[in-house]
C-alpha cells in the first residue's frame, strides 16, 4: 500500500495551492458579501485544465486521474469553497456523466466545451438538474416530466438548488417520461439553456457558498429532441445515481478543503496570539483543539483518497464516497466551529475568514446526498 503521492500529484496539488492563493484569495470576502459569481476565477481555472480534469484529451479533457481531482479540489476549497463548488458540479456531475454515458455525438457536441470550459471565447460550464420542491433526497419522486412526443420530448416542471444555475450554457435534466414505471420510467435530457421555454428563476440568497450561482429553473413546454436524452428510456435514475456517487467523491473533498482551511487559519492565529503572558497554542485547551482538528481532517483526507483510488482502479466505490462524504462533511463543521472558537471574538469578523469557511461548511452536509442519505447508503451495505 503507497501513500506517498508522485511527483505529478505534487505539482498538481502545488498548481492548485497557487491558484487558490494568488486569484481566489484576492476579493474572496467581497464576492461572499455580495454574493457575485466567479467568473474571472472560473475561466482562469478552465485554462489550467481543471473544469475537465478527468476527461479523456480527446474529448478537450486533461486526462487526470481522480487523486489529482481530489487534491485540487481540497487546496481551492481551503481559500474558495464558491469557485470549487462550481469546479466539482462541472467534472463530477457534468463531464463524467457525458463520458460515461453519452453517445459519441453527445460527448463531440457537448463534452468537449465543457470540459475545456470554453466556447467561441466564452465561459462554458454546466448544471446537473436532480431536485425539485418536492423530491430532495427522494429522488425517484420526480414531478418534471418530460413527455413522449415521438421524435422529441415536451419537458414541464421546475428544478430547484441548481448550482451553476444562470452560468450554465448545458443542463443534465432528470425528468420523468412514464410515472407507472417509476424509477425505470426516468429519464434524462441534455438541455441547452437558450432552448425556448427554459426559464432561469432568481438567485438564491444563501447562508454559504454566496458566490456560487445557485437558481430555480422552470420548463415550460420545452421541446428536446431524442438524441439529446442519455442512455435508454427509463436509463435516467440510474444515470443520476451512478453520477452521484462520483460527485459525491468531490463535495468530500470541498469539505476537506474548507476543513483544512480553518485549520491552518487556526494553527497560524494560535502561534500569534497571546493571552496570559504566552501564545495560546501553549496552552493545553487549545493544543488539544488542535490535535483534534488535525487527526480528523487526516482521517477525512485517507477516506478521500480511498474513493478516489478505488474510482481510478475500476473497483465500487459507492460505499467509500458515501463514508468520506458524510465524514468529511461532519469533519468540516466541527472543525470551522472549532476554528471560530479559536479566534474568539476576530472568529466573528468577516476579515479573519473563518466564520466565512464555518458558514460553507454547512452545505457539504446537505448537498449530493445528506449526510442522513449517506448513512442509509452505507448501512445498506454493510447490512447485506
Known amino acids: 500500500m503507497q501513500f506517498e503521492l508522485s511527483e505529478e ?41 481543471f473544469m475537465g480534469m478527468m476527461v479523456d484529451p480527446k474529448y478537450g479533457g486533461s486526462g487526470m486521474d481522480a487523486v489529482s481531482y481530489v487534491l485540487a479540489m481540497e487546496e481551492i476549497s481551503k481559500i474558495d469553497a464558491s469557485v470549487s463548488v ?7 456531475l457534468v463531464c463524467y456523466g457525458l463520458e460515461a454515458f453519452g453517445t459519441e455525438e453527445q460527448k463531440q457536441k457537448y463534452l468537449t466545451p465543457l470540459a475545456q470550459g470554453n466556447k467561441d471565447g466564452e465561459l ?3 448544471a446537473f438538474l436532480l431536485s425539485e420542491p418536492e423530491a430532495g433526497s427522494d429522488a425517484t419522486s420526480q414531478q418534471t416530466t418530460a413527455e413522449d412526443k415521438g421524435d422529441h420530448y415536451l419537458l414541464n416542471g421546475t428544478k430547484n438548488w441548481i448550482t451553476n444555475g444562470s452560468s450554465a450554457s448545458v443542463y ?17 435530457l441534455i438541455v441547452e439553456k437558450n432552448t425556448p421555454g427554459v426559464v432561469v428563476g432568481t438567485k438564491e440568497n444563501k447562508l454559504g457558498i454566496r458566490g456560487s450561482d445557485t437558481h430555480s429553473i422552470l420548463f415550460n413546454d420545452v421541446k428536446i429532441p431524442k438524441e439529446n436524452r442519455i442512455g435508454a ?14 460527485g459525491r467523491i468531490g463535495i468530500a473533498s470541498q469539505a476537506l ?14 502561534k500569534q496570539r497571546k493571552a496570559f ?3 495560546i497554542s501553549q496552552h493545553q485547551a487549545i493544543q488539544f483543539k488542535l490535535a483534534d482538528m488535525a487527526t480528523r481532517i487526516e482521517a477525512a483526507r485517507l477516506l478521500c483518497l480511498k474513493a478516489a483510488w478505488e474510482k481510478d482502479n475500476g473497483i465500487s466505490y459507492d460505499l467509500s464516497s458515501s463514508m468520506a462524504k458524510v465524514y468529511a462533511s461532519e469533519t468540516a463543521m466541527w472543525v ?31 448537498y449530493e446526498g445528506t449526510s442522513e442519505v449517506q448513512r442509509i447508503v452505507i448501512s445498506r451495505s454493510i447490512l447485506k
Open 257 to 270: 478543503g474548507i476543513a483544512s482551511g480553518a485549520y491552518e487559519l487556526a494553527l497560524k492565529y494560535s
Open 124 to 126: 462554458y460550464v454546466g
Open 233 to 246: 428510456d427509463g436509463f435516467g435514475f440510474t444515470f443520476a445515481m451512478k453520477t452521484l456517487a462520483g
Open 9 to 49: 500529484h505534487l505539482m498538481i496539488k502545488k498548481a492548485a495551492r497557487d491558484f487558490a492563493v494568488n486569484e481566489c484569495l484576492p476579493g474572496v470576502i467581497e464576492r461572499d458579501e455580495h454574493q457575485k459569481f466567479p467568473k474571472e476565477q472560473i475561466t482562469k481555472l478552465a485554462e489550467l485544465g
Open 172 to 188: 443534465l435534466v432528470i425528468a420523468q417520461t412514464d410515472r407507472a414505471k417509476g424509477s425505470k420510467g426516468i429519464n434524462c
Open 277 to 279: 503572558g504566552k501564545e
Open 336 to 366: 470551522t466551529v472549532e476554528a471560530v472558537q479559536i479566534h474568539g471574538g476576530y472568529g466573528f469578523v468577516k476579515e479573519y475568514h473563518v466564520e466565512r469557511l464555518m458558514r460553507d461548511a454547512k452545505i457539504t452536509q446537505i
Open 86 to 92: 462550481c469546479m466539482s458540479v462541472n467534472n463530477s
